[in-house]
């Protein structure tokens, strides 16, 4: 069974290597029988992969200890689903996992284009099977998930207890989908410079893939704040570790791809503005993928060397170099065919918008790589913690958030004093209102007053855009107000979704600009039947207890739980002993509400006296974050849904480059 | 032409205001960032300097009091010799144990690390011990 697993890893790689040659010279040559050779040879890569996948999990499942992989990284007692998760939850399967997203999307891409993009998909699959040579190639030659114990195991190693936790379940997945997501656009800008179709139908083509990865980037990262907050027991759900880092730059350049795009295809600029951020994307993508697996940057993650480093830097020296090859190659038709009128416009916006979320990439870069270069240029480690990002983030952040409320609204091409009037007029009141008041409320808190007041800014402006829209339905046709908000969505879904989205963000802004100013901390150590009191709550220590099962000992503690003199709840914060990797780890107590979250750790038992030190956080608004990230993914299904005006302007735009470019390519 | 310029300054500004930002984030935030055997090797000249050091808990050398949640160990090389004592008050990271990675964050005074910050490297996430047969 295991060989099968090994020879289809080998098989796989084999068929990648003939579907991109074929790819090449198909494309190169104009032969559509390669070309079709290649796109069944791909299908025929995804399928081997998938059959690689099953084994890894059959051997999980079955408990095979055999397995260097499956006695490291599972035990007899682990449950089902952790079980499963197991999967990614080391290297080697981790690898194999990308490689299974990754070939499953390439099938997905080969099966919507086969009668469509013939002269871009051959660079398409090219591109794709590329990507796939390089993490089979990890896999049969590196790091290899199916290799055997020289002697059999009697039991596993378990799984890291703190991976063992509902919301790792799903964080991993998702962010490796956003991941990987990111190599469908970069496939088909690839092919588009390739292939000299540089117009906006490769743009068009993969808008939704983008969106995809992009939604998936958002939600993993969200998760991953999650599973922060609830497994870590500081309080925090991000603290700038280079492993966050890896995962939040592609997100910055891929959002401000999504927003840059719009330009290219409603004014026929930024093409090689696109370009250049689609590439780095991806390029943050496989960077992010090294950064966690090499040990270059000391992460508290400290994840250990690997062997691994040298290839991605190598992979990702190729990508880079290829990219710029067929950037410089192409740079005539590159060329914006329009200029920006004014400043004071759609275009001024959204790129700075753009440049600000650039700006956010690059100093999360910077201070993620600062002590590797520090040491090389100085030969002193230094440094950069929290404080760094949160000084240069924050101020950025709220940049990109007053965009957020204008980039929407202005006008195209040059605003005037009217359209200025007409849609700011309301929302810089209400946000003048909501700092003053604030302020008059006796909170200082320069960020937070900044950040409430710019919120109140662009909901303004988002709940202006729905009543007008509302409105003007409601007179011209005659509908009633709920058909008539229905009906402005549904056929305007990506302007309203994309609202809807910005809604999202606002919530999130104000999640975390309240809950990193107003967090009240408190550590206290308890007898039993003392208390203590934290923000508006009391806290009443009733004693501790000892739970066991075969897998997982715990030590408990009962807190009672008052406001304002009313019982509110009972918490049980936890210290677990997971027996087969003998490490104490914190199961945090938590009673989130609207108002905020009230967070309790227990921090320490000491067996002789019986006190108990808890260490409890107050945060405020924290729960509007999740729910902020909720809304996205609501906004983000709504622009997703396909429309026939789309399908409209994408043969369009296919027809136009038909006629454009075909002469041009003889 | 002008527009362009126009432009051209305006995004240069951005750009400035981020480098800026950096400059000056990692001027005031910026800590060194030592292996014992570096920071051993620095000795007195690192004297009331923030810093962060790497190392191992030395064996038999933590004295833990739970009911004050004072610590003091000694930061240990990894080879387990030598090293520096540290000092430590709040509730122990759920890794803390001799012969474990940390990473201290604190000044150094009187001989002593004053740890405010004590972490403790997870066990890898990517790569587990080979159990035992």
Known sequence: MIDLGTLALRLGLATAIYALVAAVLGGGRRRADLVASSRHAAYVVHGLVAVASLVLWRALLARDFSLEYVASYSSSTLSLPYTIAAFWGGQSGSLLFWALILTTMSSVVHLQNRERNAALMPYVTATLMALAIFFLAMLVFVTDPFTRLPVPAREGADLNPLLQNYWMMIHPPSLYLGFVGCSVPFAFAIAALASGRLGDVWIRTTRRWTLFAWAFLTLGNILGGRWAYEELGWGGYWAWDPVENAAIMPWFTCTAFLHSVMIQEKKNMLKMWNMVLILLTFCLTIFGTFLTRSGVVSSVHSFTQSGLGPFFVGFLLAVIVVSIALIVLRRPLLRSENDIDSFLSREGAFLFNNLLLVGLAFATFWGTVFPVISEAVRGVKITVGPPFFNKVNAPLGLALLLMTGIGPVIAWRRASARNLRRSFTWPLALGFATGVAIFAAGWRHYYAVVCFSLAAFVLATIFMEFYRGTRARQSLMGEAPGAALANLIGRNRRRYGGYVIHLGVVMMAVGIAASSSFRVEKQETLAAGEAIEVGPYTLTHRGVRSTDSPHVAALVADVDVTRGGRAVTTLHPEKRFYKRQQQPTTEVALRSTLRDDLYVVLGNYDAQSGLVTFLVFVSPLVAWLWIGGLVMGVGTIIVMSPTAAEQRALAAAMAVEERGLEPALR | ?133
Request: with cysteine; proline share 4%.
């Open chain 2, 1 to 133: 032409m002008t527009r362009n310029r126009r432009f051209i300054i305006g995004a240069a500004i951005i750009v400035v205001a981020v480098s800026y930002l950096v400059y000056v984030g990692i001027r005031e935030t910026s800590v060194y960032y030592f292996t014992i055997d570096e920071f051993l090797a620095q000795g007195t000249a690192l004297a009331n300097e923030d810093v962060r050091v790497a190392g191992r808990v030395g064996a038999d050398s933590v004295d833990w009091n739970p009911a004050t949640l004072d610590l003091q160990f000694r930061l240990a090389s990894f080879e387990e010799d030598g090293g520096v004592p540290v000092s430590y008050n709040g509730i122990l990271p759920d890794m803390f144990a001799e012969g474990r990675d940390v990473i201290v964050e604190g000044t150094y005074a009187g001989g002593t690390l004053q740890a405010h910050t004590l972490l403790t490297s997870c066990p890898s996430k990517y790569e587990a011990e080979v159990p035992g047969t």
